[in-house]
């Protein structure tokens, strides 16, 4: 199964800056909600109908590495995400659990960001359900 989403960001998303102040670095942490709809036809609703939210944690390991965890609420279920990147335009994602429709699913996806103010990307997510 592969879903194919639009993300928007919600605001600015908290932030936990650890010195040095300002400027990402380890040990600072980013909490952000995003909002979600169709790239596509699916979920039995047309293009650009909201489908669902997410709710990540971001947690910087260095200056340029993050790590991310994310909860996707989508209709009949949520998935679990996991993806430790850089900061770069495309990112790499494992998808490492759900419930309902998602219960223990597994696979993997990537997000691309689409603008330069990174406040919309493109998320696919190509799952095995058992």
Not at 34 to 57: C, I, M, W
Request: proline share 5%; aromatic share 6%.
């Amino acid at each position: 199964m592969t879903i194919r989403l639009l993300s928007f960001t919600t605001g600015q998303g908290v932030w936990l800056d650890r010195a040095p102040k300002r400027v990402a670095s380890k040990g600072d942490v980013l909490w952000v909600r995003d909002v979600l709809r169709n790239e596509l036809p699916q979920f039995g609703r047309p293009k650009n109908a909201v489908v669902g939210s997410d709710h990540a944690t971001v947690t910087f390991v260095s200056q340029h590495v993050t790590l991310l965890k994310s909860r996707i609420r989508l209709p009949g279920g949520t998935l679990q995400v996991q993806a430790r990147g850089r900061d770069d335009k495309r990112s790499r994602l494992s998808v490492v659990g759900g419930t309902g429709t998602f219960a223990y699913a597994r696979g993997r996806g990537y997000v691309e960001t689409l603008n330069p103010s990174g406040s919309c990307a493109l998320r696919v997510y190509h799952l095995l359900l058992p």
